[in-house]
C-alpha cells in the first residue's frame, strides 16, 4: 500500500488526541495520516462524514476504527479507496446490526455502570441524550494501565456519545470487501473482549490479542502502529 494514506478514526468518550503517540510515530515514518474529529452524534451520520473525509483523499485509504469507531469504518469503508480496515478494541458489525444488538449478547463490561446520560437539545425543542464516563471513574474503566494524570486531562476534556448511536444498524459491513486486521484489548474494561473476539471470528479476521486497557493506542502505541504498518505492508 505505498503511498496509502492513514485515517485514524477515535471512538466514543475520546477525541483526536487519543491517537497521539500512535500518529506521532506514523508521521515520524513519513506515512501520510489524517486524524479526523469525529462528531459521535450518530452512527449513520458518523460513517457518512468519515466518508467525506476519504473521499476527499486522493489515493488509497487504510481506515483505522478504535471502539465506537470500529463501527463507523465499517460503514464508512466501502468507499472504493478504502483498501483495507483495521479494528482497535472495536466493532465489528454486520449489515442490519447496531451495537446495541451486538453487546446485547454477551456480559456487561464495567462502562454501563459508570455512564452519566444529560439531555440533548436539538433545533426546533426536540431532545435527545447524550452518553459519557463519570470522570471519577473514567480512568479504572477506559485507561487503568495508562498514565493517571493523563487520564484526569481526558476525562475532563470527553467528547460524549449521542445515545441514538447505539441503536443505529449497519447499511453494510465494508470488511465483506476490503481486508481486515484487528486487535482485542484483553483486560478492556470498556467492552467485554468476548464482545470483540465475537466481532472479528465472524468477520473472519485473524485478531492479535494484547494484555491492555481499552485505551491500547495509549498504553501500547507501538503494537497498534506495528499493526497498522503490517496492514499497509499487506
Known amino acids: 500500500m505505498t503511498g496509502t494514506t ?29 486524524v479526523p474529529a469525529v462528531p459521535n452524534r450518530s452512527l ?8 467525506s473525509i476519504v473521499r476527499s483523499i486522493p489515493g488509497p485509504v487504510l481506515l483505522v476504527g ?31 446490526e447496531s451495537l446495541g444488538e451486538l453487546q446485547g449478547g454477551f456480559p456487561d463490561s464495567d462502562l454501563p455502570a459508570a455512564l452519566v446520560y444529560t439531555p440533548l437539545p436539538f433545533p426546533g425543542g426536540e431532545s435527545g441524550t447524550d452518553v459519557s464516563v463519570a470522570p471519577a471513574r473514567f ?5 487503568h494501565d495508562v498514565d493517571p494524570q493523563l487520564m484526569g486531562v481526558l476525562a ?14 449497519a447499511p453494510v459491513a465494508a470488511w465483506r470487501t476490503k481486508p481486515a486486521w ?24 485473524a485478531a492479535v490479542e494484547v494484555d491492555s486497557s481499552h485505551l491500547v493506542m495509549l498504553s501500547h502505541p507501538d503494537v497498534v502502529v506495528d499493526l497498522i504498518l503490517t496492514a499497509l505492508n499487506g
Open 6 to 34: 492513514v485515517v485514524l478514526v477515535h471512538g466514543a468518550f475520546a477525541d483526536a488526541s487519543s491517537y497521539a503517540p500512535v500518529t506521532g510515530r506514523l508521521l515520524e515514518r513519513e506515512v501520510p495520516v489524517v
Open 44 to 51: 449513520l451520520g458518523d460513517s457518512d462524514y468519515v466518508a
Open 66 to 96: 478504535h471502539s465506537y469507531g470500529g463501527a463507523v469504518i465499517t460503514v464508512a469503508g466501502a468507499q472504493d479507496n478504502v483498501t483495507g480496515l483495521v479494528y482497535l478494541s472495536g466493532y465489528a458489525l454486520v449489515e442490519g
Open 139 to 143: 480512568a479504572d474503566v477506559l485507561g
Open 156 to 169: 475532563a476534556s470527553q467528547r460524549p456519545l449521542a445515545a441514538a448511536a447505539f441503536e443505529e444498524q
Open 182 to 205: 484487528a486487535l482485542v484489548s484483553s483486560s478492556d474494561r470498556t467492552i467485554n473482549p468476548d464482545v470483540e473476539r465475537h466481532g472479528y471470528r465472524r468477520a473472519g479476521i
